[in-house]
């Protein structure tokens, strides 16, 4: 079985980078951004709209850790390595956030951290009564 925190990212001159992948506060579950990791913390895919879909598939298995799912998403930051690549990534990116109720979503271009990297997605979602 997956967890948590087999989804974060590989350590860094022997320390894993100093972060949380989830926080609960103030009836949200915040975390921290996803990159297109798969089981053996490689970069799975090599064009953004596989990597968008790793991204997502790693969002909503710790959304399912905290008994959420995708439909909880209220927000999400995206940063994209080329802006070349904003069509490919929103196709995917709807595929995974169908409607009606969308989560607001800001989309930058951006350096990203790991090479061979395209995406990084960071979602916030709202708790469900009774979560704390």
């Known amino acids: 079985m997956t967890t948590s925190h087999d ?32 089981p053996d913390m490689t970069i799975m895919g090599e064009d953004v709209a596989t990597q968008t879909r790793v991204c997502v598939g790693n969002i909503a298995h710790l959304l399912a850790e905290h008994g959420l799912d995708l439909s909880d998403v209220t927000k999400t930051t995206i940063w994209l390595a080329r802006v070349e690549d904003f069509a490919a990534f929103n196709h ?7 409607g009606p109720e969308l989560p607001a979503r ?17 979602a916030l979602a709202m708790l469900r009564e009774g979560q704390s």
């Open 106 to 122: 800001s989309t930058v271009r951006a350096d990203l951290m790991v090479p061979g990297a395209l995406v990084e997605i960071e």
């Open 92 to 98: 995917a990116y709807a595929e995974a956030f169908p």
């Open 7 to 38: 989804l974060a990212p590989p350590p860094v001159d022997g320390r894993r980078p100093h972060f949380a992948l989830t926080r609960k506060a103030n009836g949200f579950l915040y975390m921290s951004g996803q990159l297109p990791f798969g």
